[in-house]
């Protein structure tokens, strides 16, 4: 089951990196429970989004509220409503270690990336293209250096 996020609130920062790592861990727990069921072919897991829940999930609660105020929240995510997704296809997703620098430069971010070390996710190649030295290099400046040349970079 995929919580939401009232309107109202972005979340951005370290809210976005709790929500994320926590994500990770809900699809991984699913997933190795999925696997201990059944080792030779471990049953598919789906993603399931607040408001939109199936009668197949809702009637295995003993009560259920379906919260029409939420249904609408989701659906307004045209990229969610009505699409089946595989958990383990999501985790991938926010698992992903490496990203092209257009789209550390690009934002909203990648979900999963952690905005304070977008310098992380780049190839070494593209490393050197956007900051201009190595990562060894990188790595000896003082942290106050490596900040402001992320900022004066768009890598923060």
């Known amino acids: 089951w995929q919580g939401w996020w009232a309107s109202e609130n972005t979340i951005t920062g370290s809210a976005r990196i709790r929500w994320d790592t926590d994500r990770k861990c809900a ?15 471990p ?21 259920w509220e379906h919260r029409e105020d939420i249904a609408e929240i989701t659906e307004n995510d045209a990229e969610i409503c009505n699409q089946i997704i ?16 257009s789209e550390l430069l690009a934002r909203p ?8 070390n977008l310098e992380i996710y780049l190839s070494d190649e593209d490393f050197e293209t956007a900051l201009e ?17 992320k900022k004066s970079k768009g890598l923060f």
């Open 27 to 41: 699809m991984e727990t699913v997933l190795q429970y999925c696997r201990g069921k059944n080792k030779k072919k």
């Open 43 to 63: 049953p598919k897991s789906y993603l399931i989004h607040a408001g939109l829940e199936p009668l197949t999930f809702t009637n295995m609660f003993p009560s």
């Open 86 to 101: 595989l958990v383990e296809d999501v985790l991938a997703k926010l698992c992903k270690t490496l990203f092209p620098l």
């Open 109 to 116: 971010l990648p979900e999963g990336v952690d905005p304070l």
């Open 133 to 149: 030295m190595t990562r060894e290099e990188y790595n000896a400046l003082p942290s106050w250096k490596q900040v402001n040349l």
